[in-house]
């Protein structure tokens, strides 16, 4: 049965006893069964205003447990020390606010099932001894709970939220004793932490509804005193009524302390990266990520599957990379700034990733392990062309390509770039490129591709290699020269040549062999005649000549 005792905004500047039972006790009613509630209006000057006898003459009216039923806002000045007491076995409901001033108190009776029901606001500044008492948000419009004061008075034995309409808003943190029940409807963390002392697995349980955290400063948190309780540790994260992406610790080894975990979601733009409390500085490779981040913090040294899930519309949205059994969860690492490969024995469907084994926590993120090449690459071969070098490429396809660049090197490890060649864009067929270098070098000639993206991104080839065989007189210094100079001879082995100077007439006026090596050689000469051109060329034992044009006397 009901009853509505107050019809009226009520100041409580004494004290409001909702209990039953047939004796004072320490300026309360005692109760043995819960069935009375007395409350009383503004400016009552106190308890002993009113008879004892009274009271307890109507007590004994009552012998069976009800509900009553407060119909307005209630405010507890707290005055002389004093303020509400829910007996062990009463539900009161309340219609409107309930306010606790700074020196009031509501208390709760340390047995059976005291329980206290609200549809609007709850805001403590003062004390609230929950003892065995549940409190029950049931509004159907938001409702705000500052759980507010000190030490053990921030903190609630049981909470349940049954909303069929509007959210429970966290306005300051909240911490849960025992457990935290979700019937129906949201929970909004807007930026505060809610904490859950009992490591049990049931102590967040739900039938419906869901917590938001969605903050992208992850500071909506829930923070679970897990500690060596083994077992999946589920906590109910929904982004809204349509999309329930709860994410579960299940504990496997060790003392996991304190779990905090909060998500955000980012949309496409995966944008912002997280700052807090560690800061992601890149997100590569970007392709194939989840719309969504999580932040994942133990104070424990656990051993713990971890379970993730992420809404339909987070998944990106271009194929091959948006098949849900195709997902990995990565963590970033702040001391590299780098995202870590995928461990493995991971497990991916129905728009969920489970993780087992893992030891380290900070941000996470889920992306596609499917891997698009954005060159398929069909050949690459290099060959001798007469003196030059032929460089022959073809690609199946081509995805956000901008083009090539032709490296070469002379010792295979130190490349410079001799050519650009323009790329496809985007192509789901063959095509053919080529580039032709004139200038190769004695020797050996590696060559090798870069293919590069229109957003930067980069591939390489391996590198592929063409010797070409024989000798060149690639420069002679000074020219002019005084009569003393310096001839530099490649070879592409050791040889014996002869070094041969002619004048502009055509005779001979100077022939000396060297015994040669591999590669550059540096030979010192003097050529002391009448000042004009003279021609330098080179014989091989072989009977080849290289021609040098000329050296100028001076």
Do not use: C
């Amino acid at each position: 049965m009901f009853i509505n005792l107050v019809h009226i905004n009520t100041t409580i500047s004494r004290f409001a006893i909702f209990e039953g039972g047939n004796t004072l006790k320490n300026n309360k009613l005692a109760s043995s069964k819960s069935v009375f509630l007395s409350l009383f209006q503004n400016n009552s000057t106190s308890f002993s205003s009113l008879s004892g006898k009274f009271f307890l003459s109507i007590v004994l009216l009552f012998t069976f447990n009800f509900i009553t039923t407060a119909q307005v806002n209630l405010y507890v000045a707290g005055n002389n020390g004093v303020g509400i007491y829910i007996g062990q076995d009463l539900t009161v409901q309340a219609l409107g606010n309930v306010d606790i001033a700074a020196v009031g108190t509501m208390s709760f009776e340390n047995g059976g099932t005291p329980d206290f029901r609200l549809k609007g606001d709850f805001t403590n500044a003062g004390t609230l001894t929950h003892g065995s008492g549940s409190v029950t948000f049931n509004g159907t419009g938001n409702q705000t709970i500052a759980a507010g004061g000190t030490g053990a008075g921030k903190q609630f034995h049981k909470v349940v939220t049954d909303k069929s309409g509007g959210a429970a808003i966290l306005s300051a943190d909240m911490r849960v004793n025992d457990e935290f029940t979700l019937t129906a409807g949201e929970v909004d963390l807007d930026g505060n932490t809610l904490n859950i002392n009992s490591g049990a697995t049931s102590a967040i349980t739900r039938t419906a509804g869901f917590i938001k955290s969605e903050n992208t400063g992850n500071d909506s948190k829930v923070a679970w005193n897990v500690g060596a309780t083994a077992g999946a540790h589920l906590i109910p994260f929904g982004r809204n009524s349509s999309n329930y992406i709860p994410f579960t610790f299940n504990l496997t080894a060790g003392n996991a302390g304190t779990v905090t975990v909060s998500t955000y979601g980012t949309g496409a733009a995966l944008t912002p990266l997280p700052v807090t409390p560690q800061a992601v500085t890149n997100l590569s490779p970007a392709d194939g990520v989840v719309n969504r981040f999580w932040q994942i913090d133990s104070d424990g040294s656990p051993t713990a599957t971890l379970i993730f899930t992420y809404a339909a519309d987070e998944l990106p949205a271009d194929a091959p990379y948006n098949d849900p059994d195709e997902m990995v969860a990565v963590r970033y690492d702040a001391g590299t700034n780098a995202w870590q490969e995928a461990t493995v024995g991971q497990s991916s469907g129905s728009y969920s990733v489970t993780v087992p084994g893992i030891t380290q926590f900070s941000p996470w993120a889920i992306k596609s392990q499917t891997v698009v090449l954005p060159v398929q690459w069909m050949s690459f071969t290099v060959s001798k062309q007469g003196k030059s070098a032929l460089i022959n490429w073809a690609t199946a396809s081509e995805i956000n390509n901008e083009g090539f660049e032709v490296q070469k090197s002379t010792d295979g490890e130190n490349f410079v770039s001799i050519a650009w060649v323009a790329g496809q864009g985007n192509s789901a067929f063959p095509s053919h490129y080529s580039f032709t270098d004139d200038n190769p070098t004695l020797g050996n000639n590696y060559y090798r591709i870069v293919q590069k993206d229109f957003d930067g991104k980069t591939s390489t080839t391996d590198k592929k290699i063409v010797n070409f065989e024989g000798l060149s007189i690639v420069n002679v210094y000074p020219n002019p020269s005084n009569g003393e100079f310096n001839i530099t001879v490649q070879s592409s082995a050791d040889a014996e040549i002869t070094l041969i100077m002619y004048d502009a007439l055509g005779k001979l006026v100077k022939s000396n062999v060297y015994h040669i090596k591999s590669g550059i050689n540096n030979i010192n000469e003097n050529l002391h005649y009448a000042r004009g051109r003279y021609f330098i060329s080179v014989t091989t034992s072989q009977g080849n000549y290289y021609d040098y044009s000329y050296v100028l006397i001076q």
